[in-house]
């Protein structure tokens, strides 16, 4: 078994971070700026990702790339190596809404594009950064899964079979590459209050309520929460794992009972 390298001083550390000028992506970078010196941020909005990168500082990066496309994503991560050297963690947070109908109103070109985006997007990323950790013979790839991917959520047919298909190959990845120093993990994030979330609660096209009622810890999640995830497994605390995906659901995946179960162990106290 090939022995790891010594990684680098932290602030000589890479990362790539996709669809990192908003939410999770963007709470993600953030907390990679803490312990890398370089972070990337890669977003399909050129603007929005040059913004996000003076936000982050000196010494961080920003490239514009859609990642269903083979050759930009194949330049994000040669570009990412010729400006600083090396790459350590890939992030791959790139990804789009459902088609805000149920199955018989879908369309095959809505739900290619969902899966393209999400599936052949970590597919094409994860395969281009796999390429230089090979050879670094070190490296992780933190993908982000969902608890769409995990249980039947009606009107979510592609995002669903996107995510659980991400999670399929985190694993597949994961084993493929262990020998050579790389892990290969995902989240999979339950309802987080992004501004996306935001806007669609604020149209009544989510139910906050019901969402709130149905996961044990009573609220959504916080996209540096969901970061904070992220950074762990992405980093030498993780050293150990590899082929996992991981809830950060609040509970939701953990609770199999109806919501009138749910609540403080005073509030269920029985008097015997």
Known sequence: ????????????????VTGAADGIGWATAQRL????????????????????????????GWQACDV??????????????AR???LD???????IGEQPVMTLEQTVEGFDRILAVHLR????????AGRVFVLQQSGAIVNIASIAGRQGHPGRNAYGAAKAGISTMTEAMASEWARDG?????????????????????????????IEDNTPMGRCGAPEEIAEAIAFLASERAAYITGVTL???GGWLGFGAPPAKLGTVEHKRVVL
Request: aromatic share 4%; proline share 8%; net charge negative.
């Open 247 to 249: 809830p950060v659901d």
């Open 68 to 81: 269903t496309q083979e050759g930009p994503v194949r330049a994000l991560v040669q570009d990412t190596v």
């Open 121 to 128: 997007g970590t597919f094409l990323a994860s395969r281009e």
């Open 182 to 210: 790389i892990r290969v993990n995902a989240v999979a994030p339950g309802y987080v209050m992004t501004e996306l979330v935001k806007e669609l609660v604020a149209k009544g096209a989510l139910d906050m309520q019901s």
């Open 84 to 86: 600083f050297g090396r």
């Open 89 to 95: 963690v890939l992030v791959n947070n790139a990804g």
């Open 33 to 60: 700026a803490q312990e890398y010196g370089h972070v990337v941020v890669a977003d399909l909005r050129p603007e929005a990702a040059e913004a996000r990168a003076r936000e982050l500082g000196a010494g961080h």
């Open 1 to 16: 078994m090939p022995s790891s390298p010594l990684l680098p001083p932290p602030d000589q550390r890479v990362a790539i």
